[in-house]
């Protein structure tokens, strides 16, 4: 199999909002710790071609997704649809759209995004040689925790004993206590690779406006930096539940963490590619769709009067644009009714007669040998994201996260389900929550794993 590896630019200029964290917080801009990359994998095997994208951005818009697509394809003469574009969940990163209240996206860089892509693409067709597949799948335990059953947010954990390379969580059952890689070889030195590992890349928490990939981009940037010419590519996994040991956390100690995770992060991959062995299978194959899941059953009438409730609480007298009081705290602050409000009022526009607005998730899988690669354009729970690994191989299966879309697939018996993950996060999406996304989403992945296996 011949591939190929390319990197680009795509840091923006200071004063753009960043991406994550709660709504209207204007956080923008103001140091670059790391200039963020497009980094690209060609694939040819036979007559089979394929491309491999991946963004340091939190995240795509289904729209914003297609237009990289067609602007890539266009300039290595490939189908969009051979295209698997994913994206690494740094929150570090500027905003490009698709969540009112999560920073406002910059019409510029979005706008010249794309051709700023193109050249990483057209570098990783150019270099494309025969190339020999090593993989490996190596503990990285101690580097994520589940936020949701194991005290994920680290506002308040002892910060010198959590930074320790030795530190445990309480369940790390409850993490990606792996990460997997491939890596391809020409001559004997190593021309590139995908490490895929399920954590949120948020060490860095709101209190920051610095611009970089976070830990797994800090780890891309050693592993580069170790193997001079070589490119490496991280695709996020089951991450929807999970975060980094430490997260939230002030600056100074923010920067401390980046550095001692994105270290352990790198040793772990480090030990992956030394215990590498040839990859078994040969061939390519790629599928991508666009599949409607079931939603909740709102009426317009539903969704009319929790328009009106919080306009009418918005316009009080002597209310303020303070987004982060509100008489209910927590999901009902100010700011997060407004981002709720401005979902509603996108809903409402959606509607065609009664039928509720129902748009596509993509799901695109990929096989390289003998590694199946199955994205969707939501953040996969990390208990989902077993169900699509056991389905062939723990080894062998990689579900991927944030592959042409955004949102979440929690499970119906997640902690923060139905309320931050099962209908806040649908809702500033501007989409009806999902009405069994687990299910519906884990079995598609299980038949597009089981079909590229074959």
């Known amino acids: 199999m011949k591939a190929g590896f390319g990197r680009s630019d795509i840091t923006p200029r200071f004063g753009v909002q960043l991406a994550g964290y709660g709504p209207y917080r204007n956080r923008e801009a103001r140091e670059v710790l790391a200039p963020l990359k497009a980094r690209a994998v060609w694939l040819q095997s036979g007559c089979s071609r394929a491309l491999i994208v991946s963004l340091e951005l939190c995240g795509l818009t289904r729209e914003l997704d297609q237009r990289i697509r ?16 994913s994206v690494t969940h740094t929150h570090s990163a500027p905003s490009v759209g698709g969540m009112f209240g999560w920073g406002e996206a910059d019409p510029l860089y979005v706008e010249t995004l794309p051709a700023r892509v193109v050249p990483a693409a057209r570098e990783a067709k150019r270099n494309a040689v025969s190339m020999e597949w090593r993989e490996a799948a190596v503990p990285a335990e101690g580097i994520a925790v589940n936020r949701e059953t194991d005290a994920g947010f680290a506002l308040n954990a002892d ?59 800090n780890a891309c940037d050693r592993l580069e930096q170790k193997h001079p010419g070589a490119v490496a590519v991280f695709l996020p996994g089951a991450l929807g539940d999970i975060n980094p040991k430490l997260n939230h956390r002030n600056p100074r100690e923010s920067r401390r963490a980046l550095h001692a995770i994105g270290r352990q992060y790198f040793a ?68 997060m009714e407004m981002a709720r409000l401005e979902g509603l009022r996108k809903i409402m526009g959606d509607y065609r007669g009664s039928r509720v607005p129902n748009p596509p998730v993509t799901v695109h899988g990929l096989r390289i040998g003998s590694v199946v690669v199955a994205g969707c354009g939501l953040e996969i729970y990390q208990k989902s994201g077993r ?26 018996d997640a902690p923060g389900h139905p309320g931050y993950a099962g209908e806040f996060v649908p809702l500033i999406c501007g989409e009806v929550p999902f009405a069994q996304i687990e299910v519906e989403l884990v079995a598609t992945l299980q038949r597009v794993a089981r079909a590229l296996a074959g």
């Not at 062998?396 to 979440?408: R, T």
Request: proline share 7%; with cysteine.
């Open 159 to 217: 910060f010198a004993t959590r930074i320790k390379t030795g530190w445990r969580p309480e369940r790390p059952e409850h993490t990606d206590p792996t990460v997997r890689v491939l890596a391809a070889f020409a001559d004997g030195e190593l021309c590139g690779l995908l490490h895929h590992f399920g954590c949120h890349p948020v060490v860095y928490g709101e209190k920051t406006h610095a611009i970089h990939g976070d830990f797994v981009g």
């Open 70 to 85: 067609e602007a890539v394809g266009r300039a290595v003469r490939l189908d969009p649809q051979k295209v698997f574009l």
């Open 387 to 412: 169900a699509v690994m056991e389905a062939v191989s723990p080894e062998l299966v990689w579900p991927v996260s944030l592959v042409g879309g955004i949102g979440y697939a929690p499970p119906a």
């Open 268 to 335: 772990a991959i480090q030990r992956g590619l030394l215990s590498a062995e040839p990859m078994a299978g040969k061939g390519l194959a790629s599928v991508r769709r666009l599949v409607r899941f079931a939603r909740e059953d709102w009426g317009r009438a539903q969704v009319a009067r929790r328009i009106q409730e919080i306009e009418t609480a918005l316009r009080r007298p002597n209310v303020t644009d303070f987004p982060h009081i509100g008489e209910r705290g927590g999901l009902f602050t100010r700011g």
